[in-house]
């Protein structure tokens, strides 16, 4: 340590800092005091008192700079130094504090530090020395010490008020900027949910929040109903689409916190969100979004009140005085443009309701018209509930719902009583008005769904004879106001609808029976294609969808369990994707076990979120007659007028996408034109794939396998090629999938097993070995063939190949298809000498039970893990897993598409050993591979 006398090194140290910048010169003071004391490390550090973390700005280890990560100041000696303002030990600082890693990672021994003082006293840092071995240090060195550490403190100090300026400085730009906005908000939105998404935003763009959103207030709702989410923004995203986590979080749990500032009426702050009073599913869900600050400002005007608009920041101490003055403007601005919308939503409502009755009357007839009909006088009238019902033809006391519309939803059709509710004095007097408290008297069998409603108005419809059919009537959430409005309003829609009811009749009678499939009481496929023949000559007909569903192996129902008993399953899943329809949506049967539903579609996402709901519809278990069957469907979509303008043209094009789907194994999938060349090639491919088999024209190429340690070659993975002269160069991924459609694999994988043994044969003669073994991959067509052994074995005869240079690589999937089979089958193969694989591993959904019991002697691991392992915590995770549990089951592991350096060397951290991929070699022709790799091995 150092002997140099204390005035000569108060000059070196001023030396040192001479001509020194502001953003070196706390690099200089740790060198400067190394370099004076002869110490192996100083530390300077900031010191955050509200997060406990001490921030290294400057770290001086063995003679250089370096970097040192945030740390917690609990339990190490900063934590002294914070308390006591200086502290020190000459030696056994690690024995001290055994939790500080940091100083068993520096070979500390001793230690002294002090604290940069703030100019109010309080710790704004830290600065110490720490030496390897005990502290031997001059008497001038506490002078040095504290010499530095005022210089620290001080320049520490300037450079955090000079950061408190900037922020300052920020802070009125971003207001400026956000009153500009907020001007904006009023004058250039349009409805009221593009006003909340407006102001979310700017919250989060201009205002600097991470997330903002708006919980809308509807009071006549129930409780668990009042408030929702009507817009949000944050950092992540904002499509009404798609939620990011922190909208998922928002969505969940936050609605308490809106409750709250309603229920007080005013702004509510929450500071480090651990607050009591609120329930705890909400203050989880800010610890998770990570908010710092919370606020939450009722959205109100003319002492009503219209939601709660929320934002957080994930920084402390950004909600001063002036910041909620700014935010109470910003809702003030927000609740006052909700109210002058709906002020003028209320003003136009009258002359609405002309142009939506003369709209109704001249649309078309049959089931859409009544539909139609409803949703225009439920609008026309601002009504929340729309129906017209039907009366039983056999006891009158009875009605049916036609269509029920309550807020803006298609409802399910129900027969009710009528004796006892309004609706039995509409038939009775005519007309019915119930001004208020209407819900108490409606029929029963609303099992309380319409609690909520206040006013009724309905209408006896009558026949050209005057004789009953039926009612229309309305409902409101309200007491009824306008009455003669109303009633005058729907007097003509009654009218409209009686005439089309009478002109129903008749037709009904006849639909049923000439359009009806016998099994499934679905229309079948003649009035599927009068329907959808009808839709397409509707000039006011909208965008629509065709959605073919065909049941994915429901032979195997027939198959297994009889045709009766696969009647009953189809008469189910009829049942279920008509429960599923909506409104304007028609349901048939084409035939066997494919159906298809005509829907309206704005666009392609329309479309698909209709057939996610078919899809959803068909998941659970089918239980019938004590016996479970699971279904899964392909859906295949096409677009009017997108895709085609005829009926048949869209039948086509649904049914391409269909099989496309069902090649690729989607649930969905939209027609798109080159399916429709891709079925011509797909037919073309597959007439030349079968001759190439048949010629053998087609090649294999090898891929080397090598042991992860050294780099040897272990064996390889004979991969199958094709070069058509008509097609050219044909991928696998292209021509192995139309094999495994039409059946050819086995014929396939027979050719790549005698291609194997004579190329082997062949290498044998010209002198060269292949170490290890030669990787086959079988089909599960191939494996589920009988004769698959003795094939193995006679061309392993044919071209005197022993079985054991061999190994088949079996798909997880395939393995699964029958467990008890594969495990017979893997038996007999180990038997005959050959090595097995399990190709593709984590892919599938095998059982470890069956997987024990599998002859296995290696996993091969996906490339889909291997390739994103560095980077994703969910794949590294898998792919340690399936080492460790090969390792526990005594099987090799072996991984693929290894691309990088990096790669192979994780894998072999892992305890993986073997791997093969392009970063090794890619697949090539026998003689180039044999020139490659197998030259300069050991010869026979």
């Not at 001059?138 to 001080?154: M, Q, S, W």
């Not at 702004?267 to 990570?290: F, H, K, M, W, Y």
């Not at 019915?432 to 408290?437: E, G, L, P, R, T």
């Not at 108005?457 to 009455?483: C, T, W, Y």
Request: glycine residues 6%; negative net charge.
């Amino acid at each position: 340590m150092s002997s140099t006398k204390a005035p000569v090194v108060f000059r070196q140290l001023a030396d040192s800092l001479t001509s020194v910048s502001e953003n070196s010169f706390f690099y200089h003071l740790v060198k400067a005091l190394s370099d004076i004391l002869r110490v192996d490390h100083v530390l300077l550090a900031r010191f955050d008192s509200q997060r406990g973390i001490a921030t290294p700005l400057a770290f001086w280890t063995h003679g250089a700079l370096s970097e040192l990560d945030v740390y917690a100041v609990k339990d190490t000696p900063c934590e002294q130094v914070v308390m006591l303002s200086r502290w020190r030990t000459p030696s056994g600082v690690i024995d001290r504090f055994p939790n500080d890693t940091r100083l068993e990672v520096l070979s500390a021994e001793g230690y002294w530090g002090m604290a940069l003082q703030a100019p109010d006293g309080t710790c704004q840092g830290v600065l110490a020395i720490m030496h390897s071995s005990p502290l031997e240090l001059p008497d001038y060195a506490e002078e040095i010490l504290r010499v530095i550490a005022i210089l620290g403190g001080t320049e520490l100090a300037r450079q955090l008020a000079q950061d408190n300026v900037q922020v300052r400085l920020r802070r009125k730009k971003r207001a400026l900027r956000l009153m500009n906005r907020r001007h904006d908000l009023l004058m250039h939105t349009g409805s009221e949910q593009q006003l909340l998404q407006s102001a979310c935003s700017v919250a989060v763009s201009v205002g600097g929040y991470a997330g903002a959103w708006v919980t809308a207030l509807t009071p006549e709702m129930g409780s668990d109903e009042a408030l929702s989410i009507e817009a949000m923004a944050d950092v992540d995203g904002e499509a009404a689409s798609w939620l990011s986590p922190a909208q998922l979080f928002i969505s969940r749990y936050c609605k308490g916190l809106a409750e709250r500032a309603l229920q007080h009426n005013r702004s509510i702050v929450i500071e480090r969100p651990n607050d009591e009073t609120l329930p705890s599913g909400v203050n989880q869900a800010l610890s998770a979004l990570g908010a710092e600050q919370v606020v939450a400002l009722p959205l109100q005007y003319a002492d009503k009140q219209y939601g709660v608009m929320t934002l957080y920041h994930r920084q402390p101490g950004m909600l001063n005085v002036d910041e909620m003055q700014l935010l109470e403007e910003l809702v003030d601005e927000v609740s006052l443009g909700i109210y002058s919308r709906r002020q003028k939503q209320a003003e136009t409502r009258i002359q609405h309701a002309v142009t939506r009755i003369a709209t109704a009357v001249s649309a078309s007839n049959g089931e859409a018209f009544l539909h139609q009909l409803t949703v225009h006088m439920t609008e026309a009238l601002s009504a929340e509930v729309g129906f017209i019902a039907l009366l039983d033809e056999q006891d009158t006391d009875f009605a049916c719902t036609l269509t029920l519309y309550v807020e803006g939803q298609l409802q399910e059709n129900f027969a009710y009583y009528l004796p006892g509710v309004p609706c039995h004095r509409v038939m009775v007097e005519q007309e019915c008005i119930v001004h208020k408290d209407a819900a108490i008297m409606l029929p029963g069998e609303t099992n309380g769904a319409l609690s909520w409603v206040n006013g009724y108005v309905g209408r006896r419809l009558d026949n050209s004879h005057g004789q009953p059919m039926g009612l229309i009537g309305v409902m409101f959430k309200e007491p009824l106001a306008d009455v003669d409005i109303v009633r005058n309003v729907l007097q003509i829609f009654a009218a409209r609808a009686a005439s089309e009811l009478e002109r129903q009749a008749d037709e009904n009678r006849i639909r049923q029976l000439a359009f009806n499939d016998s099994g499934t009481q679905l229309p079948n496929r003649a009035a599927f294609m009068r329907h959808l023949k009808h839709v397409l000559t509707d000039a006011s007909a909208p965008g629509m969808a065709l959605l073919i569903l065909d049941l994915n192996h429901f032979k195997e129902i027939n198959d297994t369990a009889g045709h009766d008993l696969g009647d009953i399953v189809l008469q189910e899943v009829a049942s279920r994707l008509a429960a599923s329809l909506t409104y304007n949506e028609y349901l048939a049967r084409l035939g066997g076990d494919e159906f298809v539903v005509v829907c309206p579609a704005r666009d392609e996402a329309d479309a698909l979120a209709n057939a996610r709901r078919l899809c959803e519809c068909i998941e659970p278990p089918f239980n019938v007659y004590q016996q479970s069957f699971e279904l899964t469907v392909s859906v295949g979509i096409s677009l009017y007028p997108r895709h085609a303008t005829t009926p048949l043209d869209l039948l086509k094009d649904a049914d391409i996408a269909m099989y496309q789907a069902k090649r690729q194994k989607l649930p969905v999938c939209v027609f798109e034109p080159w399916m429709e060349c891709e079925v011509a090639e797909q037919l073309q491919i597959a007439k030349r794939l079968s001759n190439a088999i048949a010629e053998k024209q087609l090649r294999l190429h090898f891929q080397p396998q090598v042991d992860l340690r050294d780099g040897r070659l272990i064996g390889a993975e004979a991969l199958c090629r094709w070069n058509d002269e008509e097609l050219g160069v044909v991928s696998p991924g292209r021509f192995i999938p139309i094999a495994e459609e039409r059946g050819m694999m086995v014929a396939l994988g027979n050719w790549v097993i005698e291609e194997a043994c004579r190329q082997l044969s062949q290498w044998h003669q010209q002198g060269l070995r292949l170490p290890g073994q030669l990787a086959i991959n079988i089909a599960a067509d191939q494996f589920e063939d009988g004769d698959l052994v003795t094939s193995l074995l006679g061309y392993c005869q044919q071209f005197q190949v022993e079985a054991s240079m061999l190994s088949l690589e079996i798909t997880e999937s395939g393995i699964m298809v029958n467990p008890e089979k594969a495990i017979a089958m893997t038996k007999t193969l180990k038997g005959k000498g050959l090595g097995l694989a399990i190709d593709d591993f984590g892919t599938g959904y095998s059982s470890l039970a069956y997987l024990k019991r599998f002859a296995a002697d290696k996993i091969k691991i996906d490339i889909s893990f291997v390739r994103d392992m560095l980077t994703s915590d969910n794949d590294r995770v898998i792919v340690e897993t399936i080492i460790a549990m090969a390792t526990t089951l005594g099987l090799e592991t072996i991984a693929e598409g290894i691309e990088h350096a990096s790669q192979a060397e994780a894998l072999l951290a892992m305890g993986c050993t073997q791997a093969q991929g392009y970063y090794f070699d890619r697949p090539l022709p026998a003689d180039q591979f044999a020139e490659r790799w197998l030259m300069g091995a050991q010869r026979l």
